[in-house]
Every structure is written in structure tokens, then in C-alpha cells.
């Protein structure tokens, strides 16, 4: 262990809580924490099987096979924990898509997908006999699988899909084909050259008839030799801005037959005689999807978390300018821009942690109800999933490049973790859903609750709009935490109604609905997007409030802190809002500056503290910049000097090491060719013999010249003298 750097040390002792209970508080209890430690202990266990040349210098090709290379040593280690009960299916989750997963596999794995999506899908769309057949192979990984729903042609737009399965009766068979060049299935993980069984979303006929999109388990590889079976059409989709490491594939068929029963048929089938059965329920696939979304936000919590915790250490390093004449250059930390640009982070990664572990909660009673066949809650819960999924995904994203340029051009490096931190977390505005259209999902749902205001009881995350719409709800500003919230309710509900109003004029005036709602859809996504910021604020001041009970006084005054911290940040942010929807005056706002930036100064002196609580290990965190003991220059140059550019100064070394083994010859060189034992008649040398005498042979040879036999040439008399004298 290397010293601690003597600022980073000097944080941490003027700490005013005890890191070890908000690390308990963040891991829901000690018991959590040791399972936590325990499933680190072994992952990390080989981490020398995972170093190597970094990973920017490899080739694309390299980069795979280093991937497939680290997957089979860390899917291992988690089958092995498996065996032992340290962990189940969610578990994977945190080897495949948390930070454990991406300290060992930092760009992704190609055997990911099999793991987050093709198993869940035969366990949620496969009947009895289908989990029976496949799960346990799918389980020991004796077949590979993918999930390749997303075309050329479409993403979003689900029922455009244009892969076919159509059944064959005669056969039994389904036929699957794709029939142009945007049919291609595009992005699945781990299709490329990785999976030989895929889960593939496409559009079903029988007797004549499209049936709409339903899922297939289709073998796209021989099992032996791992050759594309005929009619498949299959490989990499190619470089991208992160998870190079993912393998995503393209894959397309030629009228490609697979047998009847590889329809997934828990909720459709397909009879012998080609006769569709219809789902029982629609919308029962939305579980699937609420739960991938609550797991994304998780995610999220986990690279934010990684992100703030390298900033916020190299903030307490780093020293620039001075802001005295005379004094010591300053830490960068105590500028309050740069406090500015981190300590939100901190906050977002508390409120985000909190909302989700409440989503789970809802998400397991609301998967209960469904079992009892109670849908009342589904749409509630679908359009919070979808909200929560994109303002978090869009957040951290954001968050993440700041704590980039909040690094200066440190967090340029590669080795900071950052950009490939930022690759990570930017692709998750786009898979599991759009954000945009996630947030016009969520705008839907809250669009017809205000119409049916007056006429049902809300469900909880919205009961909200019925008070905040009543005429003394806001009649009067208070800079209050609570205040700020009710005031963001307040702009909540008058921005949906304001475009409910807009819609409904636009159709008065002859417009579509679908055409007004396109029109309006820029203030829609704002109203979905305030609608979150409520949730998520609400949540995590409650919570707060909640565990205050239990925790520490110092604890409880630092989580107030970043309660408020994150309050009053999104309050400023949506200022103008406030400013339209409250009656919130100049005054208030320009106190509510003052109010930031004291509980920026009060946060100042636990800042590392705060960061130290989130417990990310070194090998977790992969950055020259953040490390537990702050040597931060000496990783930079540790990591730079493994750049295959600076391996040329090794023929320097080379050459130095050659010189000295020289020197070291030297003594016994005469000694050396002597043992070689050849007479001076076989050197027959003038410079080499026995004796030495090299000066003297060398005349004695020169002197047997037959030129020196005769003092003149007679050429000398016959030209060169005439030549001199200008006579020739
Ligand atoms: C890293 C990564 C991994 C992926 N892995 C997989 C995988 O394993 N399997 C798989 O099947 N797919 C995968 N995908 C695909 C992913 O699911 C899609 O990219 C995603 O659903 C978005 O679809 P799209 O790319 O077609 O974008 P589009 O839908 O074309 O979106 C493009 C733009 O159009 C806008 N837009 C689209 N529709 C609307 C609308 N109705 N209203 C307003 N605006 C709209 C969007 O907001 C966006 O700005 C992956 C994608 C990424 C980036």
C-alpha cells in the first residue's frame, strides 16, 4: 500500500460523520455490506487475469477475443458463487452491467445479453416445457444465447418490424425470413461471432394472417463447429462509441425453418393446425420491461457513484492558482464552480439510489396484483419506469462529462476511467427504450389522468395533481425545501394542463389529435420530465426524513445537506418554470442563490467523506485519477509508459545494457581470442599477430612493394614532369 496523498489524508480526518454507517446505510444494513464485500473478494480474486496492455491499444479483433478471454474467467467465478449460494440470477446483473462487471470487463461483454435478456425472455415469455428444455442450458452455458429484436429499418417503432415467421401446417414448421435489407436484425449483443442461439421478435402469420410481433428461440450456429447454419446471415455490426467489447451482431434469413415449438408460448401460441390463440392480456410483457428499466436506473446510481468518486478525490489532489497573492497554490476543490460541477453528482447518486430501491418496491406489489389478475396499477407503473429510466439515464450522462471536464485534461485520458464511463452510460439514453420516447410514454399517462381529474381517484405518484390544482396550494413562495417542491407540483401539473389546453385548441382548429400531439410533444417531454424531477425529489427528501429516525445527528446533517443541495440545484435549473407557474419573486430566487451556495461551503469539508461512503475498490474504480491513496501523477505516468509507443526508448536500454556487458568484457578480450589458437602464419596479419609488433610489420610490408624498389618511376620522367612544366 502506497502513502496516502497528504490532502486526501487531511479530508478525511476533518470528516464530520462516520463513513462506515453511511457505507452500511447504502448497502440497506452490515449484512448487505459483508454479502457485497464477499462477491468482490472473489471477482476481484483474478484480477491479474484481467490486467494487461490496456485495452486501447488493442486491435478491434484483439479487443474481442480479450473479451471473450475475460468473460469465460468471470462468468466462472460467479457460476462458482452461484454453486456456493452467494448469489442468484440478479447477481449477474451486477457482473454483467454494474461496476463489478465493468472493472473486470470494462467495455462490455459479449456474453452479456445471454445473461440480461435471453434468459429473462424464455423465463417470462416460454411456457413450462420451453423453461424446462432450455433454461437449464442456457443456465450452464452450454448454449449461448442473444436477443435480437432492434432492425436496419426500425427500433422504436416495434410493430414496423419486417422479419417474418410464418407457420407452415404441413410441416410444422415456421419459415423465417427476412425480406429486404432493413428486415436485418441490427445491434443484438453477443450475436456477432459470439451466440449460437438468438430469442428473435417477428411479425407472425398463419392461415394467411399477421398475428403482430411475437418472440422466437431460433439456433443461428452449428453446436460442433459453431458454423452459421444455412439460411443465416450473420456477423458484427462494427466499431462503436463504447462497449466494443459487446460483439453487437447483425443477423438475416433466407427462409430459415424452425420447428413449431420454438415460439415462445407462455402468453400467444400457435396450434398444430396453424390456429393463433390470443394473449390472455396484452400488456402482461410490461413486468419485463418495467423490471430492465429498474435495473437501469441502478446502474446508473453505480457509474455515477464511480464518476463523482474519481472527481471528486482528484479535486482534493489537484492544486491550481492561487486565490490569494502570496498564498500556497489552492486544492481545486475549494472553488465553489468546481463544487459547483461535483457536488450534485453526489446528491443525484443518493436520490437516484433511494427512487429506484422505491420503484422495486412498487414493482414487486404491482407484479403481485398482476399475478391476482389485477391491472389497475400497470399503466401508473409502466409510465413511472419509463420517466425514471430516461431523466436518470439523461442525468448521469450529463453528470458524468462534467465530472469529465471537471478533471481538466486528466479527464480527457483514457486512464481516468471517464470517457469509457461516459460510453457505458450514454448508450442507455438509447437501448431498453428511447429516452424521448419514453418520456412521451410517461406524457400519455399523465396527459389522461389530468383528464379524468375530476372523475376517479388517483393512483400515489400522481395524487399530487389533484391538490397542487387547487386554488391555494401555492398562493405564497417559501424557500423551504418543502417549498421547492410543492412549487415544481405546481409546475408539473399546469405544464401538462397548459398542454392539454394546446392540444385541445389544435383540434378545435381542425388538427389530427395525432397531429396536435406531435406539435405539442417538445412541452410534453418537459411536462413528463417535471413530473420525474417531483418524483425523485419528493422520494428523497421523504427518505431522508424517514432513516433520520435511525441514523446518526452528524449523518442526518450531511444527507440534509444533499437533500436540500439537490433541491434547490433543480429548483434554479427550472427557474424559468418557477417563475411562470409561482408566485415566486426576485427576491426569493436571489435568497435561494445565497441558500446554494452556503450548502455548497457547508458540503465542503465532507466531500471526499461522502465519496469514500459510496466503498468503490481501486480495481472497481480503474483510474489514475481517483484512487484510494490520491498519486495521481505517478499512475498518469505509470499508465502513460505502458503507451507501445514509448516501448521504442527500450533499444536506448538496450544499448546501455549492451555498453556495459562491453565494459565488462573488456579485461579478458586478448585472452579471449587467443584461446581462438592461431599462429600468426594462419592470421597472416600485419595488425594481429601473437607479438604485437604492428607498427614495424606494417613498414616491413609496405616496404616489400615492388613501386618501393626503385627510388623514381619512369613514368615520372615519361609524363608527370612534362605534365608540370606545361610542356604537355
Ligand atoms: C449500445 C446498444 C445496445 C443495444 N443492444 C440491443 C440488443 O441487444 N438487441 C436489440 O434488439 N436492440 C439493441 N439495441 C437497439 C436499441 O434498442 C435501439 O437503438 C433503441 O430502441 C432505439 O431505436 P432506434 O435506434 O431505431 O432509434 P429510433 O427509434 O430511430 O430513434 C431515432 C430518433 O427518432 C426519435 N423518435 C423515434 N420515434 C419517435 C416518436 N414516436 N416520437 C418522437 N420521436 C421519435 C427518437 O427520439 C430519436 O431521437 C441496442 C442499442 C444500443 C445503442
Same mark, same amino acid.
Given at each position: 500500500?502506497?502513502?496516502?496523498?497528504?490532502?486526501?489524508?487531511? =479530508?478525511?480526518? !476533518?470528516? /464530520?460523520? %462516520?463513513?462506515?454507517?453511511?457505507?452500511?446505510?447504502?448497502?440497506?444494513?452490515?449484512?448487505k455490506t459483508r454479502e457485497r464485500k464477499d462477491r468482490e473478494n472473489v471477482?476481484?480474486?483474478?484480477?491479474?487475469?484481467?490486467?494487461?496492455?490496456?485495452?486501447?491499444?488493442?486491435?478491434?479483433?484483439?479487443?474481442?477475443?480479450?473479451?471473450?478471454?475475460?468473460?469465460?474467467?468471470?462468468?466462472?467465478?460467479?457460476?462458482?458463487?452461484? =454453486?456456493?449460494? !452467494?448469489? /442468484?440470477? %440478479?447477481?449477474?446483473?451486477?457482473?454483467?452491467?454494474?461496476?463489478?462487471g465493468s472493472s473486470v470487463l470494462r467495455d462490455g461483454s459479449p456474453l452479456g445479453l445471454h445473461y440480461i435478456m435471453f434468459m429473462p425472455a424464455i423465463l417470462n415469455q416460454g411456457n413450462e416445457e420451453q423453461q424446462e428444455?432450455?433454461?437449464?442450458?442456457?443456465?450452464?452455458?452450454?448454449?449461448?444465447g442473444s436477443y435480437a429484436q432492434t432492425e436496419l429499418g426500425h427500433g422504436t417503432f416495434i410493430r414496423g418490424l419486417e422479419t417474418t415467421a410464418t407457420y407452415d401446417a404441413a410441416t410444422k414448421q415456421f419459415v423465417l425470413h427476412s425480406p429486404t435489407l432493413t428486415a436485418y436484425k441490427w445491434w443484438p449483443g453477443g450475436l456477432g461471432q459470439t451466440a449460437n442461439y438468438c430469442i428473435v421478435v417477428a411479425q407472425l402469420y398463419t392461415k394467411g394472417q399477421c398475428h403482430g410481433i411475437h418472440s422466437f428461440i431460433i439456433q443461428v450456429r452449428d453446436e460442433e463447429t459453431h458454423m452459421p447454419l444455412p439460411g443465416i446471415k450473420i456477423g458484427e455490426i462494427g466499431a462503436k462509441l463504447g462497449l466494443n467489447a459487446v460483439n453487437n451482431g447483425f443477423l438475416g434469413f433466407d427462409n430459415f425453418r424452425i420447428p413449431r415449438t420454438n415460439m415462445l408460448m407462455k402468453h400467444a401460441q400457435v396450434l398444430e393446425d396453424g390456429t393463433y390463440v390470443k394473449s390472455r392480456h396484452s400488456k402482461l410483457n410490461y413486468g419485463a420491461m418495467v423490471f430492465v428499466r429498474v435495473v437501469i436506473v441502478f446502474d446508473m446510481v453505480n457509474y455515477l457513484s464511480k464518476a463523482v468518486t474519481i472527481a471528486t478525490r482528484f479535486s482534493a489532489v489537484r492544486r491550481q492558482c492561487q486565490l490569494k497573492a502570496g498564498e500556497t497554490e489552492c486544492q481545486i476543490l475549494d472553488y465553489v464552480t468546481q463544487q459547483h460541477k461535483l457536488f450534485v453528482s453526489i446528491a443525484a447518486a443518493h436520490a437516484f439510489r433511494i427512487t429506484a430501491n422505491n420503484l422495486w418496491l412498487t414493482f414487486n406489489e404491482v407484479n403481485e396484483q398482476l399475478s391476482e389478475g389485477n391491472l389497475q396499477r400497470l399503466p401508473e407503473l409502466h409510465a413511472l419506469a419509463c420517466c425514471l429510466k430516461a431523466v436518470t439515464t439523461a442525468d448521469t450522462a450529463a453528470c458524468v462529462e462534467r465530472c469529465r471536464l471537471a478533471c481538466g485534461g486528466h479527464g480527457y485520458m483514457m486512464s481516468s476511467s471517464l470517457p469509457l464511463t461516459y460510453g457505458l452510460v450514454t448508450a442507455a439514453c438509447t437501448y431498453e427504450g428511447e429516452n424521448t420516447v419514453l418520456l412521451l410514454q410517461t406524457a400519455r399517462f399523465l396527459v389522461k389522468?389530468?383528464?379524468?381529474?375530476?372523475?376517479?381517484?388517483?393512483?400515489?405518484?400522481v395524487a399530487y395533481f389533484k391538490s397542487a390544482a387547487a386554488e391555494k396550494f401555492c398562493d405564497s413562495w417559501t424557500n423551504t425545501t418543502e417549498g421547492i417542491i410543492r412549487g415544481l407540483q405546481v409546475v408539473a401539473m399546469r405544464k401538462i394542463a397548459h398542454c392539454v389546453i394546446v392540444m385541445t385548441n389544435r383540434v378545435s382548429k381542425g388538427m389530427t389529435f395525432e397531429d396536435a400531439w406531435n406539435?405539442?410533444?417538445?412541452?410534453?417531454?418537459?411536462?413528463?420530465?417535471?413530473?420525474?424531477?417531483?418524483?425523485?425529489?419528493?422520494?428523497?427528501?421523504?427518505?431522508?426524513?424517514?432513516?433520520?429516525?435511525?441514523?446518526?445527528?452528524?449523518?442526518?446533517?450531511?444527507?440534509?445537506?444533499?437533500?436540500?443541495?439537490?433541491?434547490?440545484?433543480?429548483?434554479?435549473?427550472?427557474?424559468?418554470?418557477l417563475l411562470l407557474y409561482t408566485p415566486i419573486s426576485q427576491k426569493e430566487v436571489e435568497s435561494l442563490r445565497l441558500w446554494y451556495e452556503e450548502t455548497l461551503t457547508k458540503l465542503r469539508p465532507n466531500a471526499v467523506g461522502l465519496?469514500?461512503?459510496?466503498?468503490?475498490?481501486?480495481?472497481?474504480l480503474q483510474s489514475t485519477l481517483g484512487s484510494y491513496d490520491g498519486r495521481v501523477y505517478e499512475r498518469l505516468m505509470e499508465e502513460a509508459m505502458k503507451s507501445p509507443l514509448n516501448a521504442e526508448p527500450e533499444v536506448e536500454s538496450l544499448r546501455l545494457w549492451y555498453e556495459e556487458t562491453l565494459t565488462k568484457l573488456r579485461p579478458n578480450a586478448v585472452g579471449l581470442v587467443d584461446a581462438f589458437d592461431l599462429r600468426d602464419e594462419m592470421l597472416q596479419s600485419t595488425l594481429g599477430s601473437y607479438d604485437g609488433r604492428v607498427y614495424e610489420r606494417l613498414m616491413e610490408e609496405a616496404m616489400k612493394s615492388p613501386l618501393n624498389a626503385e627510388p623514381v618511376n619512369h613514368t615520372f620522367h615519361k609524363y608527370l614532369k612534362p605534365f608540370m612544366q606545361g610542356k604537355l
Open positions: 500500500m502506497h502513502k496516502i496523498n497528504e490532502d486526501l489524508q487531511k =479530508e478525511r480526518d !476533518k470528516c /464530520s460523520f %462516520n463513513i462506515q454507517d453511511l457505507i452500511t446505510l447504502i448497502d440497506g444494513g452490515p449484512e471477482m476481484l480474486s483474478k484480477r491479474e487475469v484481467f490486467d494487461g496492455v490496456p485495452e486501447e491499444y488493442l486491435s478491434h479483433k484483439e479487443r474481442y477475443e480479450n473479451a471473450i478471454r475475460n468473460s469465460v474467467v468471470a462468468f466462472s467465478l460467479v457460476r462458482k458463487m452461484q =454453486e456456493e449460494g !452467494k448469489t /442468484s440470477i %440478479n447477481n449477474y446483473r451486477d457482473v454483467v452491467g454494474g461496476l463489478l428444455k432450455w433454461l437449464p442450458r442456457a443456465w450452464n452455458c452450454s448454449i449461448i389522468t389530468y383528464q379524468q381529474l375530476d372523475s376517479k381517484a388517483l393512483t400515489p405518484t406539435m405539442t410533444s417538445v412541452q410534453l417531454v418537459a411536462a413528463a420530465e417535471a413530473h420525474c424531477r417531483v418524483i425523485i425529489m419528493s422520494t428523497f427528501l421523504e427518505e431522508v426524513k424517514e432513516m433520520s429516525r435511525t441514523i446518526s445527528p452528524k449523518l442526518k446533517e450531511v444527507l440534509h445537506q444533499l437533500a436540500e443541495l439537490y433541491c434547490i440545484y433543480w429548483a434554479l435549473e427550472k427557474l424559468s418554470d465519496v469514500d461512503a459510496f466503498d468503490l475498490r481501486d480495481e472497481m
